[in-house]
């Protein structure tokens, strides 16, 4: 079969025969080229043109000279070619041509002229398409089994499932494809091209484009650069204005809470503290409790015995790291886990068995966290909700069990739901005090009183009282009274539950790519979505405080698991962070703690998304039943 000629071939080519009858124009009537004239083998008349091999064509110059064109390797010659050359063609297997494990795509991206490197000469084809080699220039050729026809340009997989997804046109555009196969749009009405699909409101930036790998992943080519990534450039080339703070005035509150903190009597001289790294509990409990609050009030100098280091900050952060972590440690008894399935911390209503000195170390660690408020420092350790609530002295209600022990909260709201008398409930409550059952009475004489439609708010309130404080109201009040040896309780007044959080535990960083690699989808929403391209969007336009505030509404707390996302951890075990749809467009987003779930609506612009998030986890104001 005659294989087809590009026009890039054809202008080759005339550039060629110009060039070759410049150079024997004239000269071609002396006498020493007739010499040479005589060595070429020219075309008999009765010679037939289809002796010559497959891929060569006889044409003829200006001056009417037999010239042979090779169309495999784009030459010419006045030299009749006698043997075909037999191309060798490689046949790429499935397995050949997609890895297994594919990563992403970071090979340079060769110009249309350039030959093939060996990353391309493994990437998928077409259906239909193969590949040959030339043997005698080593040149890539790509043969189109459908048509019978062959072309130097490699054929591009189409990305039309892709637009397929976004809808119909506006009337007027049609999509055509460049011939390496990238799509481009054409306006009618107006006579313009654009490489931005009208039907998506949020155009790539200039000079990218968006296709498939074979395994249904989209990437996206940086036609300036060279290059491609699985990142979307629209998540993190963001030009959306100033990062939103999570509270608007928090700033405020914060400038107002510490320009209002006690100061020290005196400016002069340094609160020392030396401690021992393998002792530092121990060691810190015999210094700060032996000192005046006054004295703790001046600047913090620690000193690691046997370490010549000076502290101008970052070595008390360092022993704020390591204390907190041996004072919250679970295995000392004193504080516990919130559940068996979280890692927010709770005062351990048993503590007493453990240590006998125990309230005194609760006193400490009032005055630990304390200094670390007040000297701008962070513990490493976030509580459950209810302990920020009684540091504050505000009432603990129903809806902050959710986030400890859903299961209790599921029963107590069906008892506000329902007529409980069938229940054959009493205002007592039962727990395991090391393997043997306690009932403790809620009221007084409550194991004779019996829980009914009329008393059961009364019930219920008295239930939360007795599993938030009453179990641990001696070990706070000692902690309370430790950090108000350093900041009066007053003071906190400004903040809430969830801003106490932060004060004293701080935000960790969040890696945004961690978490959009670690989410699951369902409902119909997948990695390329728009409405998913719009949220990583909206949430690298957040900064963290507020993507640590998203997803403390997504999951019940700001912090992320030691080895990141991948070990998010739900109701029954691990648990990663999810994203489904539901609702309409004017519904805000909703949250399902117990599982890590948000539920986002299909919204119809990247703003309206973004204000929507905004509102839904600023004004957050509890749980139900769904």
């Given at each position: 079969?005659?294989?087809?000629?590009?026009?890039?071939?054809?202008e080759?080519?005339?550039?060629?025969?110009?060039?070759?009858?410049?150079?024997?124009g004239a000269?071609?009537?002396?006498?020493?080229?007739?010499e040479?004239?005589?060595?070429?083998?020219t075309?008999?008349?009765?010679e037939?043109?289809?002796?010559?091999?497959?891929?060569?064509?006889?044409?003829?110059d200006?001056?009417?000279?037999?010239?042979y064109?090779?169309?495999?390797d784009?030459?010419?010659s006045y030299?009749?070619p006698?043997?075909?050359?037999?191309?060798?063609?490689?046949?790429l297997?499935?397995?050949?041509?997609t890895?297994?494990?594919?990563?992403?795509?970071?090979?340079?991206?060769p110009?249309?002229?350039?030959?093939?490197?060996e990353?391309?000469?493994?990437?998928?084809?077409p259906?239909?398409?193969?590949?040959?080699?030339?043997?005698?220039?080593?040149?890539?050729?790509?043969?189109?089994?459908?048509?019978?026809?062959?072309?130097?340009?490699?054929?591009?997989?189409q990305?039309?499932?892709?637009?397929?997804a976004?809808?119909?046109?506006?009337?007027?555009?049609?999509?055509?494809?460049?011939?390496n196969?990238r799509?481009?749009f054409?306006?009618h009405?107006?006579?313009?091209?654009?490489?931005?699909?009208?039907?998506?409101?949020?155009?790539l930036?200039?000079?990218?484009?968006?296709r498939?790998?074979?395994?249904?992943?989209?990437?996206?080519?940086?036609?300036?650069t060279?290059?491609?990534?699985?990142?979307?450039?629209?998540?993190t080339?963001?030009s959306?204005?100033?990062?939103?703070q999570?509270?608007?005035?928090?700033?405020?509150?914060?400038?107002n809470?510490?320009?209002?903190?006690p100061?020290?009597?005196?400016?002069?001289?340094?609160?020392?503290?030396?401690?021992?790294?393998?002792?530092i509990?121990?060691?810190s409990?015999?210094?700060?409790?032996?000192?005046?609050?006054q004295?703790?009030l001046?600047?913090?100098?620690?000193?690691?015995?046997?370490?010549p280091?000076?502290?101008?900050g970052?070595?008390?952060?360092?022993?704020?790291?390591?204390?907190?972590?041996?004072?919250?440690?679970?295995?000392?008894?004193?504080?516990?886990y919130?559940?068996?399935?979280?890692?927010?911390?709770?005062?351990n209503?048993?503590?007493?068995?453990?240590?006998?000195?125990h309230?005194?170390?609760?006193h400490?660690?009032?005055?630990?966290?304390?200094?670390a408020?007040?000297?701008?420092?962070?513990v490493?350790?976030?509580?459950?909700?209810?302990?920020?609530?009684?540091?504050?002295?505000k009432?603990?209600?129903?809806?902050?069990?959710?986030?400890?022990?859903?299961?209790?909260?599921?029963?107590?709201?069906?008892?506000?739901?329902n007529?409980?008398?069938?229940?054959?409930?009493?205002?007592?409550?039962?727990?395991?005090?090391?393997?043997?059952?306690?009932?403790?009475p809620?009221?007084?004489?409550?194991?004779?009183i019996?829980?009914?439609?009329?008393?059961?708010?009364?019930?219920?309130?008295?239930?939360?009282?007795?599993?938030?404080?009453?179990?641990?109201?001696?070990?706070?009040?000692?902690?309370?009274?430790?950090?108000?040896?350093?900041?009066?309780i007053?003071?906190?007044?400004?903040?809430?539950?969830?801003?106490?959080?932060?004060?004293?535990?701080?935000?960790t960083?969040?890696?945004?790519d961690?978490?959009?690699?670690?989410?699951?989808?369902?409902?119909?929403?997948?990695?390329?979505?728009?409405?998913?391209?719009?949220?990583?969007?909206?949430?690298?336009?957040?900064?963290?405080?507020?993507?640590?505030?998203?997803?403390?509404?997504?999951?019940?707390?700001?912090?992320?698991?030691?080895?990141?996302?991948?070990?998010?951890?739900?109701?029954?075990?691990?648990?990663?962070?999810?994203i489904?749809?539901?609702?309409?467009?004017?519904?805000l987003?909703r949250?399902?703690?117990?599982?890590?779930?948000?539920?986002?609506?299909?919204?119809?612009?990247?703003?309206?998304?973004?204000?929507?998030?905004?509102?839904?986890?600023?004004?957050?104001?509890?749980?139900?039943?769904d």
């Amino acid at each position: 079969n005659r294989r087809q000629i590009s026009e890039d071939v054809l202008e080759e080519q005339e550039s060629v025969l110009e060039s070759l009858v410049a150079e024997s124009g004239a000269g071609e009537q002396s006498a020493s080229q007739a010499e040479e004239d005589n060595e070429w083998e020219t075309l008999r008349e009765n010679e037939s043109a289809g002796d010559l091999p497959d891929g060569w064509e006889l044409s003829h110059d200006f001056g009417g000279r037999p010239l042979y064109v090779n169309h495999l390797d784009r030459t010419t010659s006045y030299e009749r070619p006698t043997s075909a050359p037999q191309a060798s063609f490689e046949h790429l297997s499935v397995e050949e041509a997609t890895p297994s494990a594919p990563s992403a795509p970071t090979l340079e991206i060769p110009e249309e002229e350039e030959e093939e490197t060996e990353t391309d000469a493994e990437s998928p084809l077409p259906g239909g398409w193969t590949r040959g080699r030339d043997p005698n220039s080593g040149r890539v050729f790509y043969i189109d089994h459908n048509s019978r026809t062959t072309s130097w340009t490699k054929p591009q997989i189409q990305t039309d499932g892709l637009y397929a997804a976004l809808g119909p046109l506006p009337s007027g555009w049609e999509m055509r494809n460049t011939k390496n196969g990238r799509p481009f749009f054409i306006n009618h009405r107006t006579k313009e091209t654009t490489w931005h699909d009208p039907r998506q409101s949020d155009p790539l930036p200039d000079g990218w484009e968006m296709r498939v790998h074979p395994d249904g992943r989209v990437f996206y080519v940086d036609h300036t650069t060279k290059s491609t990534q699985w990142e979307d450039p629209r998540t993190t080339q963001v030009s959306s204005g100033p990062a939103i703070q999570y509270s608007r005035d928090y700033k405020i509150k914060y400038e107002n809470f510490k320009a209002n903190l006690p100061k020290p009597t005196t400016t002069t001289g340094k609160c020392e503290i030396t401690v021992k790294r393998a002792n530092i509990l121990v060691d810190s409990f015999t210094c700060i409790s032996s000192k005046p609050g006054q004295e703790l009030l001046r600047r913090l100098w620690i000193t690691f015995q046997g370490e010549p280091g000076l502290d101008y900050g970052g070595v008390a952060r360092e022993w704020f790291y390591l204390l907190s972590r041996e004072m919250f440690n679970p295995y000392y008894g004193l504080f516990e886990y919130s559940a068996i399935d979280n890692y927010t911390l709770q005062i351990n209503p048993n503590s007493g068995l453990c240590d006998s000195d125990h309230l005194r170390f609760f006193h400490f660690f009032g005055r630990v966290c304390a200094l670390a408020v007040y000297h701008g420092k962070l513990v490493d350790g976030f509580f459950i909700r209810p302990f920020y609530k009684m540091l504050l002295n505000k009432q603990v209600t129903l809806e902050d069990m959710a986030e400890v022990d859903i299961e209790t909260y599921n029963s107590l709201k069906w008892v506000i739901d329902n007529d409980p008398e069938d229940l054959c409930l009493t205002f007592s409550a039962q727990e395991d005090k090391f393997g043997e059952i306690i009932e403790t009475p809620l009221v007084t004489n409550g194991e004779n009183i019996t829980v009914t439609n009329f008393n059961k708010e009364g019930y219920v309130k008295a239930y939360i009282r007795w599993k938030f404080v009453d179990r641990i109201e001696e070990q706070m009040k000692h902690f309370i009274s430790g950090f108000s040896d350093i900041i009066p309780i007053s003071k906190l007044a400004v903040f809430d539950e969830n801003e106490m959080e932060y004060l004293m535990c701080g935000i960790t960083q969040i890696d945004v790519d961690d978490w959009a690699q670690y989410t699951e989808f369902k409902g119909g929403y997948s990695p390329t979505h728009h409405v998913i391209v719009w949220f990583w969007k909206a949430v690298r336009s957040f900064d963290n405080e507020f993507r640590a505030r998203l997803l403390q509404f997504v999951t019940g707390t700001s912090r992320v698991p030691m080895n990141g996302f991948r070990e998010l951890q739900g109701s029954n075990g691990p648990q990663r962070f999810c994203i489904e749809k539901w609702g309409e467009n004017e519904n805000l987003p909703r949250a399902h703690t117990c599982f890590n779930r948000i539920d986002l609506p299909a919204y119809s612009d990247y703003h309206v998304l973004r204000e929507k998030l905004r509102v839904a986890v600023e004004c957050t104001g509890g749980f139900e039943i769904d």
